[in-house]
């Protein structure tokens, strides 16, 4: 299985910018999908999730702001960002798990078995 982030950049506070996660060589609607960010000597935290039902959680920072959407015909999950701030700079991964249960969602990184390489969001003043 292979996840390949895309999206991030620099960008001025209060922008929006959507990230993008495809995944190929496995079945994407089989999976829950996660977002999780690093920022510089913190510990990667997870950021949304949606399950193969569509469920979704959020961060509590995030809430209200970004948005994590799935196109299983594209296999692909995006994280919409928008009313973008100076802290929510970080790489940001997608991570990808099996699940067979529509509505599961974990919030802990160690769930998921599947992540990629990381995409680089810097927010400026």
């Known amino acids: 299985v292979q996840l390949q982030a895309s999206g991030g950049g620099l960008i001025q506070a209060g922008n929006s910018l959507r990230l993008s996660c495809s995944v190929s060589?496995?079945?994407?609607?089989?999976?829950?999908m996660g977002w999780f960010r690093q920022a510089p000597g913190k510990e990667r935290e997870f950021v949304a999730g949606?399950?193969?039902?569509?469920?979704?959680s959020y961060k509590d920072s995030v809430k209200g702001r970004f948005t994590i959407t799935r196109d299983n015909a594209k296999n692909t999950v995006y994280l919409q960002m928008n009313s973008l701030k100076l802290e929510d700079t970080a790489t940001y991964y997608c991570?990808?798990?099996?699940?067979?249960?529509?509505?599961?969602?974990?919030?802990?990184?160690?769930?998921?078995?599947?992540w990629g390489q990381g995409t680089q969001v810097t927010v400026s003043s």
């Open positions: 060589g496995s079945t994407f609607s089989r999976h829950v």
């Open positions: 991570a990808a798990d099996d699940s067979a249960a529509p509505y599961y969602l974990p919030r802990i990184e160690n769930a998921y078995d599947y």
């Open positions: 949606i399950s193969r039902g569509g469920r979704t």
